[in-house]
């Protein structure tokens, strides 16, 4: 149970839908911190469309909370941000996009994107190149591989071409919950320009740079939760919203 006074997270998963590559941010945060982890099926190739209806229901019916999305479910919380839900007090993003995520020198893999590719196991060099970074602790790698595999090609395929495809810029313009961006200096998989956009179409939104690659929340939990509890503060959405 949450403390009194807390306010509950929230969480879209990345890429691999489990939610299960939260479990650094998970375990950084204070005791009390009430944490609900949105997994999306392994074995479904669902889209944007598909996956809202999945989201809208895991939120709380009652009582204030944060939405909290990294990477893939980005677009996701930003459009289910749109539609204003009772209770929504912030939207937290990180290391995620708008539209056209890849990093430039990645948009020749754009034709690539397939069931083939997605088909073997992810070598942990790439692993630590696009998305750990290079000194990533074997743990997070390994956590990286292991959650990969466990959902389908076709599935993964059908995501990534998804994330390729959406764009919402528009409709982050119609969100009016306070809004952070976590945003990582060493992302070799999304665009750094990302802060920029997002403040084109939100000057009132925050963003918070931390030295870290793709995965900023599982390679600086703790840093992540002081920027996302200083955000809560000033923005007067919760007192001691995770403490």
Known sequence: MPARGATPAILLPGLDGSGRMYGPLVAAAPRGLGVRLVSFPPDQPLGYDDLLP??????????RFVLLAESFSGPLAIRLAAERPRGLVALVLAATFLHRPLNPILH???ALVGARMFGLPMPGAAVRHFLAGPDAPNAIVDEVRQAMAAVSPEVVAHRSREALEVDVRETLARVDAPLLYLAPTRDRLIRTDVADEILSIR??????????PHMILQRCPHACLDRIEAFLARSGTSSGALA
């Open 108 to 110: 020749p893999l754009r």
């Open 203 to 212: 000057p009132d939104a925050e963003v918070a740079l931390l030295d870290a």
């Open 54 to 63: 999945l989201a809208r229901a895991a939120l709380p019916a009652r009582g």
